[in-house]
């Protein structure tokens, strides 16, 4: 049940970032500096922690995704739709496990 | 003694849905479209932040350069086309979901779908306008900014 509620919420959570991720893309039709100017707006340690959020929703939506379908699909799947939620879960935090460290590194500075 | 009714007595109508959503097939295709498209928007999706967030300099590489770099090439053009339109369809159509389950009132429900499908169009259409308009070396522009095979 929380599972299907969180879905949704990344599901339409990423909706709305694409519409607006299309909009700050076209300004490379623009000129250079209009989209060097609002990049670089972009990078500072709130957004980083900003895009952390995004794929970790993206991340759920689309392991969660892949369970859904294998419950679909799979003819045990049914059977075997608590195991893999703990799949998914698992599979995430390996995941975000991964990621998060180096994007962190490349918001705080470093290299 | 109580009988029972003749089976061939006429039925009361049959009571009509509240409201009417589909006809036909439509729901089932895109039942079948989100599972189809999803599996596929994985791989476009988890390469596209690879190749931005992971590889290299990450996020902080990302400027006008970058991206122009990556539009060079046909295989990054199609790659963001066929996310573009596959992300905008299946999410287009969960939201449109989304609206059915929650947007009791005709009216509200109407006004939301036109501006979910508005933005779909816009959307989709700028964007694809975008990657296959784009110049990687614009006249004019300072040489510091583009990409180092603009040298001519
Ligand atoms: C924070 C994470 C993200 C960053 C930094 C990022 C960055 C970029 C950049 C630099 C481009 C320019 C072209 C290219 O590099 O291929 C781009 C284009 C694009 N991105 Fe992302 N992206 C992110 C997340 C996403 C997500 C989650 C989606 C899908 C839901 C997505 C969908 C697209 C699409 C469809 C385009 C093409 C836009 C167009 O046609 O104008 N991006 N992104
Ligand atoms: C990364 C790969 C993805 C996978 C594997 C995936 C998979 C799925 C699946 C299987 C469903 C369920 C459809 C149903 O119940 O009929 C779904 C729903 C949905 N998806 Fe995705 N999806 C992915 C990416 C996206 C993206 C990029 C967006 C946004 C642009 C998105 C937005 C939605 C929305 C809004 C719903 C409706 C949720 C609901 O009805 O409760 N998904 N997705």
Redesign the interface.
């Known amino acids: 049940m929380w599972s299907w509620v969180a879905h949704?919420v990344t599901?339409?959570a990423?909706?709305f970032f694409?519409?607006v991720h299309?909009?700050d893309?076209?300004l490379?039709?623009i000129?250079?500096?209009a989209?060097?100017d609002v990049?670089a707006t972009?990078?500072n340690p709130i957004m980083?922690i900003g895009?952390a959020g995004l794929?970790a929703a993206?991340v759920f939506h689309?392991f969660n995704?892949?369970r859904?379908?294998l419950v679909?699909?799979w003819a045990k799947g049914p059977k075997y739709q608590r195991v893999m939620l703990w799949v998914v879960m698992g599979l995430f935090v390996v995941t975000m496990a991964g990621?998060l460290p180096?994007?962190l590194?490349?918001?705080f500075g470093g290299? | 003694m109580t009988t029972i009714a003749d089976p061939k007595a006429p039925r009361p109508p049959k009571p009509r849905p509240a409201r009417l959503t589909t006809r036909g097939n439509t729901e089932l295709y895109g039942w079948v479209f989100m599972r189809a498209s999803g599996v596929i928007l994985l791989v476009l999706i988890f390469g596209h932040l690879f190749v931005n967030l992971v590889a290299g300099e990450g996020v902080s590489a990302i400027d006008f350069g970058f991206v122009a770099g990556k539009w060079a090439s046909p295989f990054w053009q199609v790659w963001d086309l066929l996310m573009l339109w596959l992300a905008m369809i299946h999410g287009t159509n969960g939201v449109r979901t989304i609206i059915n389950d929650y947007a009791e009132r005709d009216g509200v429900r109407l006004a939301l779908k036109a501006s979910l499908y508005l933005a779909f169009v816009v959307v989709v259409v700028l964007g694809t306008l975008v990657i296959f308009t784009f110049d990687p070396c614009p006249s004019g522009s300072p040489a510091d900014l583009l990409p180092s095979f603009c040298t001519a």
């Open positions: 949704r599901g339409v990423i909706f694409l519409l299309v909009l893309t076209s490379v039709r000129s250079p500096e989209y060097n990049i972009y990078k980083g895009e794929v993206i689309a995704g892949i859904i379908i679909d699909f990621f180096r994007h590194m490349h918001v290299e």
